[in-house]
């Protein structure tokens, strides 16, 4: 599957504005960020494990 197969959406916490976005793509296997900005750089992948220890050390200030 393609990256631009995917359905990509913008972080909750990006700039309004149109600055310092991410946007973010889940699969079964990967959760794919990006720079919407640079797209064309590629992006990262997590697992989900990994993305979802991340999203709660975020939500708990610890980041």
Known sequence: ???HD????KS???NP?????????ETPR???VRDTQHRE???????PGEWAAFLAEAK???L
């Open 41 to 47: 750089l590629g992006h990262l992948d997590f697992t």
């Open 30 to 32: 990967a959760v794919l």
């Open 17 to 25: 504005s149109g600055g310092h976005c991410v946007e973010v793509a």
């Open 12 to 14: 909750s916490h990006s």
């Open 6 to 9: 995917l359905s990509w959406h």
């Open 1 to 3: 599957m393609s990256t």
């Open 60 to 62: 708990a200030g610890r």
